[in-house]
């Protein structure tokens, strides 16, 4: 079964060039790893200015009102890179020394 | 905090014609309504800075605020007939299946109501069956399992005040260590209800002040699960008495004090339930529960309800099933007799909450002038109406490649679960959502948030305003009315972004169209792909069964793949010999969400048969741009396919490439599965922007991506998006004949 290697920097940043489109086979595996997971709550994005601004909440699995937290972006990428960094912490247990 | 929401007692409008706003407003003593006419979704960067213009009416006012409650829940109801009154002993039986008896407290049937009278037949709080007299409780002791069918059975002998009840399984083939139970006590209790409606899947809890789904009647209990065969007596019935009415036969020597023989096989498409005894103590469901559900007698053999009724006289009741909220209108609006055709909301304002209202606005029959009719998916909008599913689970991320986003509107219907949820969830049960209905607020018809359906939809209302070319904005919901007459006059009919769910009346009046020299641009992707019932009386309500195959949120139970409202076989037209590729020349082939791509032009595209479509096009590549995660294909992306229908003579004149790693193929392309379904590897996976003639000189263009709208405006609509559109729109709009090639 697929663990997260946490040595695989160049994974994160491949990630973290780019959050959307065409993968590798290797950061494919580690964001299925990471988005398969049965966890009391995930992170979701709740829009406040319509394509401009978004906050990151903590919406409980199975359904419940979002708790949001003071994170906000303007950019969708940042949302992803951030919400990719708690991950990899929370799996590894490794801070990822990456910016 | 300020909530507000509502919606419209009426879908579609001609000039002339009213449309009633309900609103609930919490939070604010008043709220400000404005009429507006949309012409672009709030999308943000690279769209249409975002306009809607307002409506000179006397609705545009400031209204006084008052909540407004929503009682969701279906069950059954009897009026309170002679027959009913005078019940001193009795029997209850019914066969039940249970599909959430351990979530505490349900009814099944009686007239039971809090906090203690009269009397009923119940799941107690650990899902045991239970009867009720009063305050007086008798439970079976041991809890029911889940979609397990049983005989419950209880009755009740006023002069001895013995009281029995039986719950025992039916037998099926799966192993279990269950056996029949029966217990007995005394009751000094009294039925003493007289005058009462008798209720099943739900007990009476009061009046409301306002109407509720069963005049102003409030209930709760609300049982999830089936009900098949209920019957009623004012007589202790032995065991084997109630075997005999349990098998539809009369308990010789007491025939005359069987009271209710229910028989929910009849009417299954409608909301009338009917009693086979001579007391007609027919009565009607609330709410929309599931009918045409397979019975405690199905045997596995007939799947078509029409052809074997008997065995499918269950029906499925759930807490959390929504028909109309049935609000009362806060105002109204009278569409001017100058109105324009169009997307068209009730602004609704309180505090810094709002709320869009949708409503359309069509030409008066008779009187277009128009040559562009633009048909709203308003049938796929109800469809989708407040689709929860997608934002409660992380498969979205998943399969979407990215993080779930909503806004403060998304939110509302986690703060008002009782608004309901749409045919992409499941029930609280875990059975699939079959039926929407529109008639309650609804959180994804609006101009701002996802860019999908509605809001996506806006993108090409932006177009064609921008190329002035005037059209009229007609609904699915006429069409399925008024079939091939509503297009009829126009030279070109423009479908949506997604126009994925469509009835036989609305397919049948898009090929009649087409076959007469009718133009079709379909300006989407999955259009075309699930069949649909409508509600037989009220087409605000739309019935999906989810059958064997296809991109399914949840799938239909074996037994229940025929629609109750119609009797139609449900599921994809594919499996109904009419393939997307028939009408449009392409299909539903792949769906990915974190990213969108471009077209690569194709030989085909040098064909003088398109030569008007390039005109002014010299690009390769169409379409590397978009407001829709930065292409104009994607999200879910349509290919040719000459096996399923599409015409010999169609171009593929651009096909898109370079899709990601979450564009997996379509369920119904995969028989076998293997580790090369993704569109990094599967070159299947691909859209066709496509175009063929038809007879009578008519023609069709597909882009066969939903993503393909949100490029449209990109640059002010000064792109090769925009160019090449356009260009077919203005040829599909010019009389002439297209001939058929040789």
Same mark, same amino acid.
């Given at each position: 079964m697929f663990k997260i290697d946490?040595?695989?920097?160049d994974v994160a940043r491949e990630f973290k060039a780019k959050p959307f489109g065409e993968h590798s086979p290797e950061l494919q595996y580690v964001l299925n790893y990471m988005r398969t997971r049965v966890t009391p709550d995930f992170h979701v994005l709740v829009m406040t200015e319509p394509g401009k601004r978004w906050v990151l909440a903590h919406m409980p699995t199975g359904g419940g009102v979002p708790r949001m937290t003071n994170q906000s972006f303007d950019k969708l990428e940042d949302a992803e890179w951030h919400v990719f960094k708690l991950r990899w912490k929370d799996i590894t247990g490794q801070d990822l020394p990456i910016d | 905090m300020t909530k507000i929401m509502g919606y419209a007692d009426r879908l579609s409008l001609q000039p002339g014609e009213t449309v009633g706003i309900m609103a609930s407003c919490i939070g604010a003593d008043r709220f400000r309504a404005e009429i507006v006419r949309l012409?672009?979704? $709030?999308?943000?960067?690279?769209?249409?800075?975002y306009r809607e213009v307002a409506i000179e009416?006397?609705?545009n006012a400031t209204y006084k605020a008052r909540e407004q409650k929503i009682h969701a829940g279906s069950f059954g109801v009897v009026p309170e007939k002679w027959a009913l009154r005078g019940i001193e002993s009795f029997t209850l039986q019914a066969y039940v299946w249970p599909t959430?008896?351990?979530?505490g407290a349900r009814a099944l049937m009686g007239n039971w109501a809090e906090p203690g009278t009269g009397f009923g037949l119940a799941l107690d709080d650990k899902g045991a069956a239970e009867i009720r007299i009063g305050g007086f409780r008798l439970s079976s002791g041991v809890p029911m399992l889940e979609r397990r069918w049983y005989l419950v059975a209880a009755s009740f002998?006023? *002069?001895?005040g013995q009281v029995k009840l039986w719950q025992e399984p039916i037998y099926d083939k799966t192993f279990h260590a269950e056996r029949p139970v029966a217990v007995e006590g005394k009751a000094?209790?009294?039925?003493?209800?007289?005058g009462a409606p008798f209720l099943f899947a739900a007990w009476r809890a009061g009046e409301s002040k306002t109407p509720t789904g069963w005049g102003r009647l409030l209930t709760k209990g609300h049982f999830n699960g089936r009900i098949d065969r209920p019957r009623l007596a004012r007589i202790a019935l032995d065991r084997a008495q109630i075997q005999a009415l349990a098998s539809g036969m009369l308990p010789s &020597? %007491?025939? #005359?004090?069987?009271l209710g023989v229910w028989d929910?096989? *009849?009417?299954?498409? +409608?909301e009338r339930i009917t009693d !086979?005894?001579?007391?007609?103590l027919d009565g009607e469901v609330v709410n929309l529960p599931t009918r045409a559900s397979p019975g =405690?007698?199905?045997?596995?053999? #007939?799947?078509?309800w029409t052809k074997a009724p008997e065995q499918y006289g269950a029906i499925h009741f759930h807490d /959390?099933?929504?028909?109309?909220?049935?609000w009362q209108p806060d105002f109204s609006f009278t569409v001017p007799k100058d109105a324009t055709s169009g997307f068209y909301a009730a602004k609704l304002v309180a505090d810094e909450a709002y709320f869009y209202v949708p409503f359309f606005v069509r030409p008066t029959r008779g009187t277009v002038k128009a040559k562009i009719a633009f048909l709203a998916s308003t049938a796929t909008y109800t469809v989708y109406a407040n689709n929860r599913s997608r934002f409660v689970r992380m498969l979205t991320e998943l399969y979407q490649g990215r993080l779930s986003m909503m806004d403060n509107v998304d939110i509302l219907q986690f703060e008002f679960p009782e608004m309901g949820v749409s045919t992409y969830d499941r029930h609280t049960?875990? @059975?699939?959502?079959s039926i929407s209905s529109r008639l309650r607020p609804v959180?994804?018809?609006?101009? =701002?948030?996802?860019?999908? $359906?509605y809001c996506c939809d806006l993108f090409i209302v932006d177009w064609l305003e921008h190329t002035g070319l005037g059209y009229d904005v007609i609904t699915d919901h006429d069409l399925h009315a008024e079939g091939q007459d509503l297009l009829r006059p126009y030279n070109v009919v423009i479908t949506g972004s997604h126009p994925e769910y469509w009835s036989l009346e609305m397919l049948d009046a898009l090929d009649g169209y087409q076959r007469q020299g009718g133009r079709h641009m379909y300006?989407?992707?999955? &259009?075309?792909?699930w069949r649909i019932a409508f509600h037989p009386t009220n087409p605000n309500i739309i019935e999906v069964r989810r059958s064997e195959?296809?991109?399914?949120a949840w799938d239909a139970r074996?037994? #229940?793949?025929?629609?109750?409202?119609?009797?139609e076989y449900g599921g994809l037209w594919r499996r109904q010999g009419?393939?997307?590729?028939?009408?449009?020349?392409v299909g539903f082939i792949s769906q990915g969400f974190d990213a969108c791509s471009y077209y690569r032009r194709t /030989?085909?595209?040098?064909?003088p048969r398109v030569a008007f479509m390039f005109e002014g096009v010299t690009d390769e590549? !169409? +379409?590397?741009?978009?407001?829709?995660? &930065?292409?104009?294909? +994607?999200l879910e992306i349509d290919c040719a396919d000459f096996s399923l229908g599409?015409?010999? =003579?169609?171009?593929? %004149?651009a096909k898109s490439e370079? =899709? @990601?790693?979450?564009?997996i193929l379509v369920?119904?392309?995969?028989n076998i599965g293997h580790g090369a379904l993704d569109a990094v590897q599967n070159a299947a996976i691909h859209a066709d922007l496509t175009f063929f003639e038809t007879p009578s000189g008519g023609a069709v263009f597909s882009?066969? @991506?939903?993503?393909?709208? &949100? @490029? !449209?405006?990109?640059n002010g609509f000064d792109n090769n998006i925009a160019k090449l559109t356009t260009n077919v729109l203005k040829r599909f709009v010019d009389d002439k004949p297209f001939p058929m090639p040789r």
């Open positions: 946490p040595s695989r920097l | 012409l672009n979704p $709030n999308a943000g960067m690279g769209a249409s800075e009416t006397p609705a959430t008896p351990k979530k002998d006023a *002069k001895s000094k209790a009294s039925v003493a209800d007289k &020597g %007491v025939e #005359e004090k069987v929910f096989s *009849k009417d299954i498409s +409608g !086979l005894s001579p007391n007609r =405690h007698n199905w045997t596995g053999a #007939e799947m078509n /959390d099933d929504i028909s109309d909220a049935k049960d875990g @059975s699939g959502v959180t994804n018809w609006k101009p =701002h948030g996802r860019l999908w $359906n300006m989407g992707g999955n &259009g075309f792909y195959d296809g991109v399914r074996v037994g #229940e793949y025929y629609h109750q409202f119609t009797g009419r393939a997307p590729q028939v009408p449009t020349g /030989d085909q595209s040098r064909d590549i !169409l +379409g590397d741009f978009g407001v829709l995660q &930065g292409g104009a294909a +994607g599409t015409p010999p =003579h169609a171009l593929v %004149v370079n =899709h @990601s790693n979450t564009y369920a119904e392309e995969i882009t066969g @991506s939903i993503a393909y709208a &949100g @490029s !449209l405006p990109i």
